[in-house]
């Protein structure tokens, strides 16, 4: 009962303080004391990997002559899984009233410590329910990160938090990839682009409409320079996003095949060592 009581008051603050997050995060690149306070209490080991929207994605990913796309990568992880809970609704978007992708696809939460989320929040799923709840994400156009993320052990009052792995179904309103290009380096590059993508642009496709400008990446790696669009490569995670957005095939997600071990091993030492 204490425990649904901490979950319901953070709710509401979390809600209420929404709108405030990108002033609090700028306050890490201006304050190293304040930095390493907003990195103890919700970044402290986190380790987060970006996995592209399936629907986005120009090529399938081959290895020892089979191919998959990025989202069995996640599949894989639930399907080892026992203990599964998804959560009611996605809090970002509620709290945001996001009118463009559905507030009722929420995280999911993997590993023994999923079983202390209270149940007015999130219910147990099996497998089944879990690998469906990512064909639907997948189908809505929302991309995906999985790894540990300390904030939600703090809001949920759950732990340990080695034995809690987050599946994320994101969209431009999320709060954890808005604010991330706000925070300092040392806490924003604990969100990575998963091994061997990238998001080309084909400017022969592009019709200029600047539909891509539009609040769709949350990384700010796209602009328009000499009036052409431009990707920052090196700001780009690789969520799709822009791919999802743009209707004239202008740009795709694609995949270095050779790095495929590479990211299966990734997740898997991840995996290992949330669970």
């Known amino acids: 009962m204490r425990r649904i009581r901490f979950v319901d008051i953070s709710i509401f603050v979390l809600k209420y303080i929404f709108n405030w997050r990108f002033w609090i995060a700028e306050i890490t690149k201006k304050s190293k004391t304040y930095r390493k306070i907003i990195d103890k209490m919700l970044f402290e080991d986190d380790e987060i990997v970006v996995i592209p929207n399936t629907i986005n994605v120009n090529k399938k990913i081959e290895s020892e002559g089979s191919e998959f796309l990025p989202t069995d990568i996640i599949k894989e992880v639930i399907s080892r899984c026992d203990d599964i809970v998804i ?4 809090l970002c978007r509620s709290s945001n009233n996001c009118k463009d992708y559905p507030q009722d696809i929420g995280c999911i939460f993997l590993g023994p410590t999923s079983k202390k989320i209270p149940s007015h929040i999130g219910k147990k799923a099996t497998v089944e329910e879990a690998l469906a709840h990512v064909d639907k994400a997948d189908a809505a156009g929302l991309s995906h990160i999985i790894g540990r993320n300390k904030i939600d052990t703090v809001w949920m009052n759950v732990k340990p938090g080695e034995g809690l792995l ?33 998001v080309k642009l084909h400017e022969d496709n592009c019709k ?47 995949y270095n095949d050779a790095t495929i071990d590479n990211v299966v091993n990734r997740i898997d030492n991840l995996f290992e060592k949330e669970l």
């Open 208 to 254: 200029k409409c600047k539909k891509c400008l539009d609040n769709v990446c949350m990384f700010k790696a796209i602009d328009m320079k000499d009036g052409k669009i431009t990707i920052d490569t090196d700001i780009c995670k690789g969520c799709g996003l822009c791919a999802n957005t743009c209707k004239f095939d202008a740009i795709t997600v694609e």
């Open 166 to 198: 987050t599946i994320c179904h994101c969209c431009p309103c999320c709060c954890l990839w808005k604010v991330y290009p706000n925070l300092d380096d040392s806490i924003s590059d604990k969100l990575e682009r998963l091994d061997g993508v990238k």
């Open 87 to 90: 959560m009611n609704s996605c």
